[in-house]
Protein backbone atom coordinates (compact mmCIF):
# COMPACT_ATOMS: atom_id res chain seq x y z
CA UNK A 1 0.00 0.00 0.00
CA UNK A 2 1.22 3.67 -0.61
CA UNK A 3 2.66 5.72 1.83
CA UNK A 4 1.41 8.91 0.28
CA UNK A 5 -2.12 9.92 -0.32
CA UNK A 6 -3.62 13.16 -1.98
CA UNK A 7 -3.52 15.33 1.32
CA UNK A 8 -0.18 14.79 2.01
CA UNK A 9 0.84 15.22 -1.85
CA UNK A 10 -0.66 18.50 -1.63
CA UNK A 11 1.10 20.17 1.47
CA UNK A 12 4.60 18.39 0.29
CA UNK A 13 3.52 20.48 -3.35
CA UNK A 14 2.75 23.69 -1.19
CA UNK A 15 5.46 23.45 1.17
CA UNK A 16 7.95 23.09 -2.10
CA UNK A 17 6.44 26.42 -3.84
CA UNK A 18 6.99 27.92 -0.39
CA UNK A 19 10.14 27.48 -0.56
CA UNK A 20 10.41 28.44 -4.21
CA UNK A 21 9.28 31.84 -3.33
CA UNK A 22 11.77 32.14 -0.35
CA UNK A 23 8.70 31.82 1.80
CA UNK A 24 8.90 29.55 3.65
CA UNK A 25 9.26 30.06 7.27
CA UNK A 26 11.77 28.13 10.32
CA UNK A 27 11.32 27.76 14.20
CA UNK A 28 14.24 28.47 15.87
CA UNK A 29 14.76 27.10 19.99
CA UNK A 30 15.60 29.27 22.26
CA UNK A 31 17.00 28.15 25.37
CA UNK A 32 17.21 31.15 27.50
CA UNK A 33 14.11 33.53 28.42
CA UNK A 34 12.82 36.18 26.82
CA UNK A 35 15.92 38.82 26.50
CA UNK A 36 18.03 40.85 25.06
CA UNK A 37 21.05 38.37 25.03
CA UNK A 38 19.23 34.76 23.56
CA UNK A 39 21.11 31.56 23.53
CA UNK A 40 19.56 30.35 20.17
CA UNK A 41 20.32 26.63 19.05
CA UNK A 42 23.51 27.03 21.27
CA UNK A 43 24.53 29.96 20.64
CA UNK A 44 24.55 33.67 22.06
CA UNK A 45 22.92 36.59 19.97
CA UNK A 46 21.67 39.93 20.41
CA UNK A 47 18.37 39.81 19.78
CA UNK A 48 16.76 42.97 18.72
CA UNK A 49 13.46 41.47 17.48
CA UNK A 50 10.81 40.39 20.51
CA UNK A 51 8.03 42.61 21.21
CA UNK A 52 8.90 42.61 25.12
CA UNK A 53 9.39 46.43 24.55
CA UNK A 54 9.79 47.33 28.49
CA UNK A 55 12.16 44.29 28.89
CA UNK A 56 9.87 42.73 31.38
CA UNK A 57 9.50 38.88 30.21
CA UNK A 58 12.46 37.88 32.26
CA UNK A 59 11.88 40.57 35.28
CA UNK A 60 12.66 39.09 38.90
CA UNK A 61 9.84 40.49 40.14
CA UNK A 62 7.34 38.99 37.50
CA UNK A 63 9.10 35.68 37.97
CA UNK A 64 8.65 35.87 41.79
CA UNK A 65 5.15 37.03 41.09
CA UNK A 66 4.59 33.96 38.77
CA UNK A 67 5.83 31.10 41.41
CA UNK A 68 3.44 33.36 44.17
CA UNK A 69 0.70 32.89 42.05
CA UNK A 70 1.27 29.57 41.36
CA UNK A 71 1.24 28.54 44.67
CA UNK A 72 -1.58 30.32 45.58
CA UNK A 73 -3.83 29.31 42.65
CA UNK A 74 -2.34 26.17 41.45
CA UNK A 75 -0.82 26.12 37.44
CA UNK A 76 -4.35 25.62 36.10
CA UNK A 77 -7.88 27.39 35.67
CA UNK A 78 -9.53 24.27 34.60
CA UNK A 79 -12.66 25.10 32.85
CA UNK A 80 -13.68 28.88 30.55
CA UNK A 81 -14.51 31.76 33.14
CA UNK A 82 -18.21 31.33 32.77
CA UNK A 83 -18.39 27.40 34.07
CA UNK A 84 -15.56 27.76 37.14
CA UNK A 85 -12.18 29.26 35.83
CA UNK A 86 -13.06 32.56 36.95
CA UNK A 87 -10.50 33.64 39.93
CA UNK A 88 -9.82 36.30 41.90
CA UNK A 89 -6.80 37.45 40.48
CA UNK A 90 -8.77 37.49 36.90
CA UNK A 91 -11.30 39.83 38.51
CA UNK A 92 -8.57 42.15 40.08
CA UNK A 93 -6.54 42.53 36.67
CA UNK A 94 -9.68 43.16 34.86
CA UNK A 95 -10.72 46.08 37.66
CA UNK A 96 -7.02 47.07 37.37
CA UNK A 97 -6.62 46.74 33.35
CA UNK A 98 -9.83 49.53 33.55
CA UNK A 99 -8.80 52.00 35.68
CA UNK A 100 -5.75 52.30 32.98
CA UNK A 101 -8.55 53.35 30.76
CA UNK A 102 -11.41 55.30 32.94
CA UNK A 103 -10.27 58.55 32.07
CA UNK A 104 -10.41 57.68 28.30
CA UNK A 105 -13.30 55.49 28.23
CA UNK A 106 -16.12 56.78 30.60
CA UNK A 107 -17.92 53.56 32.58
CA UNK A 108 -15.20 51.17 31.17
CA UNK A 109 -14.95 47.50 32.13
CA UNK A 110 -12.51 45.16 30.96
CA UNK A 111 -12.94 41.58 29.96
CA UNK A 112 -9.46 39.31 29.50
CA UNK A 113 -8.39 36.83 27.19
CA UNK A 114 -5.90 34.31 26.80
CA UNK A 115 -4.29 35.97 23.39
CA UNK A 116 -4.64 38.98 21.39
CA UNK A 117 -5.75 37.16 18.94
CA UNK A 118 -8.93 35.82 20.67
CA UNK A 119 -9.86 39.26 21.93
CA UNK A 120 -10.29 41.00 18.03
CA UNK A 121 -12.23 37.69 16.82
CA UNK A 122 -14.64 38.08 19.87
CA UNK A 123 -14.58 41.54 19.50
CA UNK A 124 -15.16 42.36 15.89
CA UNK A 125 -17.68 38.99 15.62
CA UNK A 126 -19.35 40.73 19.27
CA UNK A 127 -20.27 43.24 17.70
CA UNK A 128 -21.37 42.26 14.70
CA UNK A 129 -23.66 39.75 16.00
CA UNK A 130 -25.31 42.83 17.50
CA UNK A 131 -27.26 43.62 14.57
CA UNK A 132 -29.50 41.97 12.09
CA UNK A 133 -27.37 39.77 9.58
CA UNK A 134 -25.40 42.30 6.85
CA UNK A 135 -26.83 45.33 9.10
CA UNK A 136 -23.12 46.38 9.55
CA UNK A 137 -20.55 48.18 7.19
CA UNK A 138 -16.70 47.84 9.06
CA UNK A 139 -14.09 49.38 8.06
CA UNK A 140 -10.60 47.79 8.16
CA UNK A 141 -7.38 49.75 8.44
CA UNK A 142 -5.20 47.90 4.99
CA UNK A 143 -2.33 47.20 7.31
CA UNK A 144 -4.66 45.78 10.12
CA UNK A 145 -3.21 42.94 12.05
CA UNK A 146 -3.87 39.41 10.67
CA UNK A 147 -6.17 38.90 13.74
CA UNK A 148 -8.23 42.03 13.44
CA UNK A 149 -8.28 40.96 9.30
CA UNK A 150 -9.62 37.33 10.61
CA UNK A 151 -12.12 38.87 12.85
CA UNK A 152 -13.60 41.30 9.94
CA UNK A 153 -13.67 38.51 7.63
CA UNK A 154 -15.98 36.25 9.86
CA UNK A 155 -17.85 38.86 11.16
CA UNK A 156 -18.50 39.51 6.89
CA UNK A 157 -18.54 35.47 5.82
CA UNK A 158 -20.84 34.55 9.19
CA UNK A 159 -23.07 37.67 9.74
CA UNK A 160 -23.01 39.23 6.54
CA UNK A 161 -21.23 42.57 7.25
CA UNK A 162 -19.89 44.72 4.31
CA UNK A 163 -16.14 44.97 4.31
CA UNK A 164 -14.27 48.68 3.29
CA UNK A 165 -10.57 48.54 3.42
CA UNK A 166 -9.13 52.57 4.13
CA UNK A 167 -5.14 53.89 4.21
CA UNK A 168 -4.69 55.29 7.70
CA UNK A 169 -2.55 57.76 6.09
CA UNK A 170 -5.15 59.17 3.38
CA UNK A 171 -8.75 59.17 5.16
CA UNK A 172 -10.49 61.02 2.63
CA UNK A 173 -11.86 58.06 0.82
CA UNK A 174 -13.11 56.76 4.49
CA UNK A 175 -14.54 59.65 5.23
CA UNK A 176 -16.72 59.27 1.35
CA UNK A 177 -17.25 56.03 1.92
CA UNK A 178 -18.94 56.61 5.27
CA UNK A 179 -21.46 59.65 4.17
CA UNK A 180 -23.41 57.12 1.36
CA UNK A 181 -23.36 54.14 4.38
CA UNK A 182 -27.02 53.51 5.06
CA UNK A 183 -26.16 50.53 7.34
CA UNK A 184 -27.29 50.80 10.79
CA UNK A 185 -24.25 50.00 12.88
CA UNK A 186 -20.81 51.32 11.54
CA UNK A 187 -17.63 50.41 13.26
CA UNK A 188 -14.07 51.51 12.33
CA UNK A 189 -11.41 48.95 12.89
CA UNK A 190 -7.17 50.01 13.51
CA UNK A 191 -3.73 48.94 14.60
CA UNK A 192 -3.07 51.41 17.56
CA UNK A 193 0.42 51.21 16.42
CA UNK A 194 1.09 49.42 13.07
CA UNK A 195 2.77 46.14 13.98
CA UNK A 196 5.20 45.89 11.02
CA UNK A 197 6.08 49.66 10.56
CA UNK A 198 5.27 50.99 13.52
CA UNK A 199 3.65 53.97 12.97
CA UNK A 200 0.66 55.19 15.42
CA UNK A 201 -2.37 55.46 13.57
CA UNK A 202 -4.50 58.67 13.66
CA UNK A 203 -6.97 58.11 16.22
CA UNK A 204 -7.67 61.70 16.73
CA UNK A 205 -8.94 62.29 13.11
CA UNK A 206 -10.80 58.65 13.36
CA UNK A 207 -12.32 59.70 15.87
CA UNK A 208 -13.49 63.13 14.92
CA UNK A 209 -15.09 60.94 12.30
CA UNK A 210 -16.59 57.89 14.13
CA UNK A 211 -18.02 61.16 15.76
CA UNK A 212 -19.60 62.59 12.54
CA UNK A 213 -20.59 59.46 10.79
CA UNK A 214 -22.08 57.38 14.34
CA UNK A 215 -19.58 54.69 13.64
CA UNK A 216 -17.82 53.09 16.94
CA UNK A 217 -13.74 52.81 16.88
CA UNK A 218 -12.05 49.82 17.58
CA UNK A 219 -8.34 50.41 18.83
CA UNK A 220 -5.99 47.42 18.91
CA UNK A 221 -3.51 48.96 20.69
CA UNK A 222 -1.24 45.98 21.41
CA UNK A 223 2.04 47.59 20.60
CA UNK A 224 1.25 51.26 22.15
CA UNK A 225 0.28 49.73 25.68
CA UNK A 226 3.01 50.14 27.83
CA UNK A 227 4.95 51.94 26.17
CA UNK A 228 3.07 54.63 24.86
CA UNK A 229 1.78 57.57 27.32
CA UNK A 230 3.29 58.75 30.59
CA UNK A 231 1.78 56.22 32.79
CA UNK A 232 2.23 53.89 29.90
CA UNK A 233 -1.08 53.60 29.67
CA UNK A 234 -1.10 53.25 25.98
CA UNK A 235 -2.28 55.54 22.88
CA UNK A 236 -5.32 57.20 24.34
CA UNK A 237 -3.31 58.39 26.86
CA UNK A 238 -0.49 59.72 24.91
CA UNK A 239 -3.48 61.60 22.73
CA UNK A 240 -5.36 62.85 25.55
CA UNK A 241 -8.43 61.01 23.78
CA UNK A 242 -11.84 60.29 26.23
CA UNK A 243 -14.59 59.00 24.41
CA UNK A 244 -17.50 56.45 25.18
CA UNK A 245 -17.34 55.04 21.19
CA UNK A 246 -14.36 53.85 21.32
CA UNK A 247 -13.21 49.88 22.06
CA UNK A 248 -10.33 49.66 23.14
CA UNK A 249 -7.96 46.29 22.94
CA UNK A 250 -4.48 45.79 24.68
CA UNK A 251 -2.28 42.63 24.30
CA UNK A 252 -0.09 41.47 27.33
CA UNK A 253 1.91 39.38 25.60
CA UNK A 254 4.67 42.54 24.41
CA UNK A 255 5.39 45.64 27.32
CA UNK A 256 3.62 43.64 29.87
CA UNK A 257 6.22 41.01 29.70
CA UNK A 258 3.68 38.41 30.54
CA UNK A 259 1.14 37.02 28.25
CA UNK A 260 -3.08 37.88 27.16
CA UNK A 261 -4.83 40.34 26.18
CA UNK A 262 -8.28 42.44 27.21
CA UNK A 263 -10.77 44.49 25.88
CA UNK A 264 -12.34 47.79 27.41
CA UNK A 265 -15.27 49.32 26.67
CA UNK A 266 -18.88 49.87 28.06
CA UNK A 267 -20.41 47.81 30.36
CA UNK A 268 -23.27 46.95 28.00
CA UNK A 269 -20.71 45.85 25.53
CA UNK A 270 -18.76 43.70 27.76
CA UNK A 271 -21.54 42.56 29.24
CA UNK A 272 -22.93 41.55 25.62
CA UNK A 273 -19.27 39.72 25.00
CA UNK A 274 -19.30 37.89 28.30
CA UNK A 275 -22.62 36.48 27.24
CA UNK A 276 -22.37 36.15 23.20
CA UNK A 277 -18.69 36.31 22.45
CA UNK A 278 -17.65 32.45 21.42
CA UNK A 279 -13.97 33.01 21.59
CA UNK A 280 -14.40 33.86 25.17
CA UNK A 281 -16.89 31.42 26.21
CA UNK A 282 -15.71 28.22 24.88
CA UNK A 283 -12.17 28.42 25.82
CA UNK A 284 -10.39 27.92 29.04
CA UNK A 285 -9.72 31.08 30.90
CA UNK A 286 -5.72 31.87 31.28
CA UNK A 287 -4.28 29.85 34.58
CA UNK A 288 -4.94 32.54 37.53
CA UNK A 289 -1.26 32.68 38.24
CA UNK A 290 -0.91 34.25 34.67
CA UNK A 291 -3.24 37.28 35.73
CA UNK A 292 -1.66 37.36 39.53
CA UNK A 293 2.02 38.04 37.68
CA UNK A 294 -0.23 40.22 34.97
CA UNK A 295 -0.88 42.39 38.31
CA UNK A 296 2.81 42.60 39.31
CA UNK A 297 3.43 43.92 35.62
CA UNK A 298 0.47 46.68 35.80
CA UNK A 299 2.27 48.25 39.13
CA UNK A 300 5.79 48.24 36.98
CA UNK A 301 4.33 50.25 34.14
CA UNK A 302 2.64 52.62 35.88
CA UNK A 303 6.01 53.15 38.60
CA UNK A 304 9.01 55.17 38.58
CA UNK A 305 10.71 52.17 37.09
CA UNK A 306 8.29 51.99 33.95
CA UNK A 307 8.62 55.77 33.61
CA UNK A 308 12.08 55.14 33.63
CA UNK A 309 11.72 52.37 30.99
CA UNK A 310 10.11 54.03 28.60
CA UNK A 311 12.60 56.93 28.42
CA UNK A 312 15.59 55.13 27.83
CA UNK A 313 13.35 53.04 24.99
CA UNK A 314 12.83 57.10 23.98
CA UNK A 315 16.47 57.52 23.91
CA UNK A 316 17.41 54.80 22.09
CA UNK A 317 14.54 55.43 19.31
CA UNK A 318 16.36 59.16 18.85
CA UNK A 319 19.89 57.25 18.91
CA UNK A 320 18.26 55.41 15.84
CA UNK A 321 16.59 57.98 14.37
CA UNK A 322 19.96 60.40 14.70
CA UNK A 323 22.53 57.91 13.48
CA UNK A 324 20.82 55.25 11.03
CA UNK A 325 21.59 56.57 7.74
CA UNK A 326 21.34 54.11 4.78
CA UNK A 327 22.31 54.26 1.02
CA UNK A 328 19.88 51.94 -0.56
CA UNK A 329 17.43 50.68 2.15
CA UNK A 330 14.55 52.08 3.26
CA UNK A 331 13.85 52.85 7.23
CA UNK A 332 10.23 53.47 7.87
CA UNK A 333 9.61 56.54 9.86
CA UNK A 334 8.31 55.34 13.17
CA UNK A 335 8.61 57.45 16.67
CA UNK A 336 7.57 53.77 18.25
CA UNK A 337 10.29 50.62 19.37
CA UNK A 338 9.08 48.80 16.32
CA UNK A 339 12.12 50.25 13.61
CA UNK A 340 11.62 48.53 10.30
CA UNK A 341 14.10 48.64 7.38
CA UNK A 342 12.10 48.10 4.09
CA UNK A 343 14.97 45.77 1.93
CA UNK A 344 12.16 45.12 -0.81
CA UNK A 345 12.69 41.42 -2.07
CA UNK A 346 12.41 37.95 -0.03
CA UNK A 347 15.94 37.21 -1.68
CA UNK A 348 17.48 40.24 -0.07
CA UNK A 349 16.11 39.88 3.19
CA UNK A 350 16.56 36.71 4.03
CA UNK A 351 20.61 37.91 2.95
CA UNK A 352 20.83 40.82 5.57
CA UNK A 353 19.08 38.56 8.49
CA UNK A 354 21.79 35.58 7.64
CA UNK A 355 24.42 38.48 7.46
CA UNK A 356 23.06 39.62 10.96
CA UNK A 357 22.60 36.68 12.38
CA UNK A 358 26.97 35.72 11.28
CA UNK A 359 27.49 38.58 13.21
CA UNK A 360 25.93 37.73 16.38
CA UNK A 361 22.51 39.19 15.92
CA UNK A 362 19.21 38.03 15.97
CA UNK A 363 16.75 39.70 13.17
CA UNK A 364 14.22 37.64 11.19
CA UNK A 365 13.39 38.34 7.69
CA UNK A 366 9.70 39.49 8.11
CA UNK A 367 8.23 38.54 4.53
CA UNK A 368 4.59 38.62 2.67
CA UNK A 369 1.85 38.00 3.15
CA UNK A 370 2.83 39.36 6.93
CA UNK A 371 3.89 42.39 5.10
CA UNK A 372 2.69 43.99 1.21
CA UNK A 373 4.09 42.07 -1.64
CA UNK A 374 7.64 43.79 -2.66
CA UNK A 375 8.25 45.08 0.90
CA UNK A 376 10.50 42.58 3.05
CA UNK A 377 12.02 43.68 5.72
CA UNK A 378 14.13 43.48 8.84
CA UNK A 379 11.44 44.42 11.47
CA UNK A 380 14.13 46.00 14.46
CA UNK A 381 12.93 46.24 17.50
CA UNK A 382 13.93 47.90 20.60
CA UNK A 383 13.81 46.51 24.46
CA UNK A 384 14.60 49.20 27.41
CA UNK A 385 17.10 46.44 28.20
CA UNK A 386 19.17 47.08 25.65
CA UNK A 387 21.73 49.59 25.93
CA UNK A 388 23.09 52.54 24.06
CA UNK A 389 26.30 50.41 23.31
CA UNK A 390 23.92 47.29 21.78
CA UNK A 391 22.35 50.18 19.63
CA UNK A 392 25.45 51.52 18.21
CA UNK A 393 27.00 48.35 17.33
CA UNK A 394 24.19 47.32 15.93
CA UNK A 395 23.96 50.29 13.89
CA UNK A 396 27.45 50.03 12.92
CA UNK A 397 26.98 46.52 11.80
CA UNK A 398 23.77 47.08 9.40
CA UNK A 399 26.00 49.97 7.64
CA UNK A 400 28.42 47.22 6.98
CA UNK A 401 26.25 44.66 5.50
CA UNK A 402 24.14 46.78 3.97
CA UNK A 403 27.28 47.97 2.10
CA UNK A 404 28.42 43.97 1.17
CA UNK A 405 24.88 43.60 0.13
CA UNK A 406 25.32 46.52 -1.99
CA UNK A 407 28.56 45.39 -3.12
CA UNK A 408 27.34 42.02 -4.03
CA UNK A 409 24.62 43.66 -6.17
CA UNK A 410 26.56 45.81 -8.09
CA UNK A 411 29.06 42.84 -9.14
CA UNK A 412 26.69 39.72 -9.95
C1 LIG B 1 -1.61 44.45 16.47
C2 LIG B 1 -1.71 43.07 17.08
N1 LIG B 1 -2.90 42.66 17.55
C3 LIG B 1 -3.06 41.44 18.09
C4 LIG B 1 -2.00 40.58 18.21
C5 LIG B 1 -2.23 39.21 18.76
O1 LIG B 1 -1.92 39.21 20.11
P1 LIG B 1 -1.52 37.83 20.81
O2 LIG B 1 -0.10 37.58 20.45
O3 LIG B 1 -1.72 38.10 22.27
O4 LIG B 1 -2.44 36.80 20.28
C6 LIG B 1 -0.75 40.96 17.74
C7 LIG B 1 0.39 40.01 17.90
O5 LIG B 1 1.39 40.04 17.32
C8 LIG B 1 -0.58 42.24 17.16
O6 LIG B 1 0.59 42.64 16.68
Redesign the pocket.
Known amino acids: MSNSFRALELAQGAIADLDLQLLRRKLRVTQSPCDTNATVENRQLKAFCS ?1 DYLGLANHPDLVNALAEGAKKYGVGSGASHLISGHSAAHELLEKKLASFQEKHIPNARTLFFS ?6 LAAITGLARLTERGDLSIYSAKL ?2 A ?2 IDGVRLAATQMNATVNLFDHTQLTSLTETLKKDTKSLKLIVT ?3 F ?1 MDGDVTPVQELLQIAQQYDALLLV ?1 D ?2 GFGVLGEKGHGILEQEGIQSNRIIY ?1 G ?4 SAGV ?3 FICAQDSFIEWLIQKGRPYIYSTATPPAIAHTLLKSLEIIESDEGVKRRSHLNQLIQIWQDEMTFINWEKVSSCTPIQPIILGSNANALLAAKLLDEAGYWIPAIRPPTVPLGSARLRITFSANHSVDDLRKLITTLKKIEQEINHKANHD
Open positions: NTGYLTNNHSLDGVSDAHITLGKSGA
